[in-house]
């Protein structure tokens, strides 16, 4: 059937980027008809069960002009006569004098591309994320006079200058974020507030199903504060070394998840507390890590498995006793919005410790459905994971008032919903 709607994504399909997924297919299912643009190639080894369910086909831009210049030259010469092409150019002129850099130029080569290759009957455009994504979008859909909306997430709305937020804001038909934080931000900035929603990614419970090894035992009082339920007997304590309390961290390995904070904090544990921290993602920091860990002489506990397919990461969900994320705000503003990690961890009946940062206390309620902590401060997250791992009855109760809460607020259905009417509108 012909696409309606051309989504534009920054690279596709990538493992760091599940909720994107989870969200198209869910579009999909609903009847909408989509034609990826990406613009970059995959660099995972490996994909998601939801990235073979996507029936949407994909046209990869080209990743550097020079390395497809027949292309993109035929592309401008057709872009060139669109009818909003002098317009665009005028936009993008003045975008580059605030901004001389190549990448400025590659977005401008890379709309020229997009607008001369989008399959007849497209009507509107949908990109995934305020930066580049965005900004070869609105180029493109002012050449072709296509409406243009757009997802904002976390790093595009806080490394982004602020003009060029309004004036994307000023130009599209409508934009979702998925934090409150965002959301207000964003709707400060824009001509009308109205444009910017708030729409939560939520979790598809289909894939998450409970997880019946931390499954609420039916005769615990849930609020009554007894911890004698069977469930603790099965968890550890932190005291005996053939059984050690496993600490899960599924995230990026570059600033803004803090890593650093989260193995300073480890180090200060005391030494006779048995724990192992297993850790999932790819990431530039990486060998920086391994390095500290080693420095610190935790490096023996620590299991660095990088990035996962989503069948493994759920396995490893459902065998954490504790699931720990130390977001910070890095050193160019870049940060964490709400990160879908925590709700995952959380779907599955796994307590968790985070930090007080962007959007995290959206999800998780201090003493209530986790723990949280300043960012950037690993003596609160080393009490915070000591105060935790010696007491597998909290740890229960955290995990099953988390549990809950996910699966009766943070479901993805609503999110969808809230989304496809905006796109029925056009």
């Given at each position: ?51 073979r369910e ?119 038909e409508w ?34 199903g409970p ?216």
């Amino acid at each position: 059937m012909t696409p309606s709607i051309a989504v534009i994504l920054k690279g596709y399909p990538r493992l760091s980027e599940t909720f994107i997924a989870q969200e198209l297919l869910a579009l999909e299912q609903r009847g909408l008809h989509l034609h990826f643009f990406s613009l970059r190639h995959p660099t995972d080894t490996s994909i998601h069960p939801v990235h073979r369910e996507i029936t949407a086909e994909v046209t990869y831009l080209p990743e550097y002009l020079h390395d497809e210049p027949a292309r993109v030259w035929r592309a401008w010469r057709k872009a060139a006569k669109l009818p909003g092409y002098r317009k665009a150019r005028s936009i993008f002129l003045r975008d580059l004098l605030r901004d001389r850099t190549p990448n400025r130029i590659r977005r401008f080569g890379q709309a020229c591309v997009l607008a001369a290759e989008l399959p007849a009957g497209i009507k509107q455009l949908y990109a995934h994320f305020l930066h580049t994504p965005a900004s070869v979008t609105r180029y493109a859909a002012v050449m072709t006079g296509l409406p243009w909306s757009a997802s904002a997430h976390a790093k595009d709305i806080w490394t982004t200058p602020e003009w060029e937020k309004r004036e994307k804001l000023a130009d599209l038909e409508w934009l979702v974020t998925c934090t409150e934080v965002g959301r207000d931000h964003l709707a400060e900035l824009a001509p009308d507030p109205d444009k910017v929603g708030l729409v939560y990614h939520g979790l598809d419970l289909t894939r998450f199903g409970p997880n019946a090894a931390h499954a609420p035992d039916p005769s615990t009082p849930d609020s009554a504060g007894n911890d004698n339920d069977d469930s603790n007997a099965k968890q550890g304590d932190g005291s005996d070394p053939e059984n050690p309390v496993i600490l899960l961290s599924v995230g990026r390995a570059v600033e803004k998840k803090g890593y650093n904070d989260l193995l300073t904090a480890l180090a200060q544990l005391p030494k006779e507390l048995q724990w192992r921290l297993v850790h999932i993602g790819g990431g530039k920091l990486t060998d920086k890590l391994r390095a500290l860990g080693r420095k610190l002489g935790i490096d023996t506990r620590i299991d660095w498995l990088g990035a996962q397919p989503q069948e493994v990461v759920l396995e490893n969900y459902r065998k954490a006793d504790l699931f720990v994320l130390a977001s910070r705000i890095g050193s160019d503003g870049d940060r964490d919005g709400l990160p879908n990690v925590l709700m995952e961890a959380q779907s599955q009946a796994v307590a968790c410790v985070s930090t007080a940062v962007s959007a995290i206390p959206e999800l998780i309620r201090d003493g209530e459905t986790g723990l949280l902590v300043p960012p950037e401060s690993p003596d609160d997250l080393a009490a915070a994971l000591r105060n935790l791992i010696v007491d597998p009855a909290r740890r229960h109760r955290l995990a099953t008032a988390g549990c809950q809460r996910v699966r009766s607020e943070f479901a993805m259905q609503s999110g969808v919903d809230a989304l496809l009417s905006r796109f029925e509108q056009k």
